[in-house]
């Protein structure tokens, strides 16, 4: 079937090609790559990924050019899905001969409900669902695939057994060329990375046991299962050979650095290769390992950083300590690796006073540039059936993720924290960590390294006090 992959389109400046980890408007606009697209469209011949939220199509826009495909594959999360299912129903009208079906944590986590929640949808794929997307492009029949929730002709949903997850990572094709065959490259972004970018996985699931974190627990699984190290580096050649234009590489698995070894391998590579790269770790790599990816052209690190408060950590089963972060950052400084950070308001256990102690800790190791969320308890996490079972969410409560506008809200509540309280907290907390002379300072410094580096930070200057404003209100 000729097969469209879609992210539809939403408010103004979601981070729709994030949509695994965090479906919000961020403090200064960015987005990501919609890899999870990509690699199915990478199987499936002749398809194509549209990224409505990316190229700033309106709602008429990409309905005109969905309907003419037969087969359209859109990536959907929770706070997304009730815009994703009205675009869905019309496109439906416009073509009631076309196939429509779903993808991402929501529906992989809740299939039967959004199966019901609108006729449009004919199929949800579960699990990982490269494969199962594959097959449903061939025409295979809906009975016959693993992995795949649909509603049969009488109208009964039905849900297949379960597709096993992924073992061998370089049966994958390359994503890269679906971005160059498929995707504007100038249209992703964000304030950390250099400008164009490339991200992509070297690899999928995550050891760590985060209760709060979206897609191991959904959809990727909690073994970190790679590629292997020679794969990775050809695809990272076939970008610098075909897409010169790409300042810096991203690895956006959950956490790269779990298999030193194997990332040392990786960075000794790149440094070959003579390419500029970033990825994510948890703040615990070594020294060691971190002299060797910085000698070999890593720019900057992804981390989590949560909490300052050691209890909530453990909560949370983060699996790390603050101690032990503290002395990564002082690693990562004095080797000359940038690093941003991200935190978390409202983990179980957080009080008022343990918020003021996480925004010391945060000026304390200080990140070059830090994100902050507030505590989100989506379907599927552990995070979510705590909160159920302590009182601090209604179980079949409609989750109010992000407001109408694309601001993040404060879904949990405790009886000595109001969702208020938490809410106001993360404009606080931005306020002290970036109003400070000494963080001002290291912005000037680096906005005067060039006048791109100055036009880049000018604008997300006014992009961040404009959310502030929107947070406030």
């Known amino acids: 079937m000729k097969t469209l992959f879609l992210q539809a389109p939403s408010y103004d400046g979601f ?59 859109i990536h959907t999360s929770t706070p997304s899905f009730p815009t994703d299912a ?12 076309l196939l429509i079906g779903m993808v991402g944590a929501k529906v992989a986590v809740d299939p039967h409900n959004s199966l019901i929640a609108t006729e449009a949808i004919d199929f949800v794929c579960r699990e990982e669902f490269d494969y199962t997307c594959k097959e449903i492009s061939e025409g295979k029949p809906f009975s016959q695939i693993l ?3 649909y509603r049969a002709p009488d109208g009964s949903i039905e849900h297949n057994e379960a597709r096993p997850i992924l073992e061998n990572m370089d049966e994958l094709p390359f994503v890269a060329p679906i971005y160059k ?33 979206l897609w191991p627990q959904t959809v990727g699984g909690h073994r970190y299962r790679v590629r292997s190290v020679e ?31 194997r990332a040392e391998e990786i960075a000794r590579g790149m440094g070959k290769l003579g390419v500029t790269w970033s990825c994510n770790a948890k ?97 599927g996490t552990r995070l979510y059936n705590q909160a159920v079972e302590s009182g601090w969410l209604a179980e079949n409560k409609v989750i109010n993720l992000v407001s109408k506008q694309g601001v993040q809200l404060a879904a ?35 906005m005067l390294t060039s006048w791109d580096m100055m036009k880049r930070r000018l604008r997300e200057g006014v992009e961040f006090f404009r959310f502030l404003r929107a947070h406030e209100a």
Not at 86 to 97: N, T, V
Not at 247 to 259: A, N
Request: glycine fraction near 6%; hydrophobic fraction near 35%.
């Open 15 to 73: 981070d729709g090609g994030a949509g695994s980890r965090y479906q919000a408007k961020r403090e200064v606009r960015s987005f990501w790559y919609p890899t999870w697209l990509a690699q199915p469209a990478a199987l499936v011949p002749d398809s194509r990924v549209l990224d409505a939220t990316a190229d700033g199509l309106s709602v008429e826009a990409a309905l005109d050019i969905a309907s003419q495909y037969e087969l359209v594959v």
């Open 86 to 97: 009205l675009f869905a129903q019309d496109l439906k009208k416009r073509k009631p001969s």
């Open 147 to 149: 992995g795949l929730s």
């Open 181 to 213: 065959r498929d995707l504007t490259i100038k249209n992703y972004f964000n304030g950390y990375l250099k400008h164009p970018y490339v991200s992509l996985y070297t690899g999928r699931g995550c050891r760590s046991k985060c209760t709060f974190c």
């Open 231 to 261: 794969n990775v580096l050809e695809e990272v050649k076939w970008i610098r050979d075909n897409m010169p234009e790409v300042k810096e590489i991203m690895f956006d698995d959950d956490t790269f650095t779990d298999f030193k070894p």
């Open 283 to 379: 703040a615990n790599v070594p020294y060691s390992t971190l002299k060797i990816m910085k000698e070999n052209g890593l720019r900057l690190l992804l981390v989590g950083y949560e909490s300052g408060d050691d209890q909530i950590l453990l909560n949370v089963k983060k699996g790390l300590r603050t101690d032990i972060a503290r002395r990564f950052a002082q690693d990562c400084r004095t080797l000359g690796i940038k690093v941003h950070g991200t935190f978390i308001i409202g983990l179980p256990g957080e009080t008022q006073e343990t918020i003021q102690k996480t925004i010391e800790y945060a000026k304390e190791i200080n990140p070059l540039t830090i994100q902050v969320s507030l505590a989100a308890p989506y379907p």
């Open 412 to 446: 949990i509540g405790y009886p000595h924290l109001s969702r208020d309280e938490m809410y106001h907290q993360l404009e606080n907390f931005y306020k002290r960590f970036y109003f400070r002379p000494s963080k001002i300072w290291e912005i000037l410094r680096e």
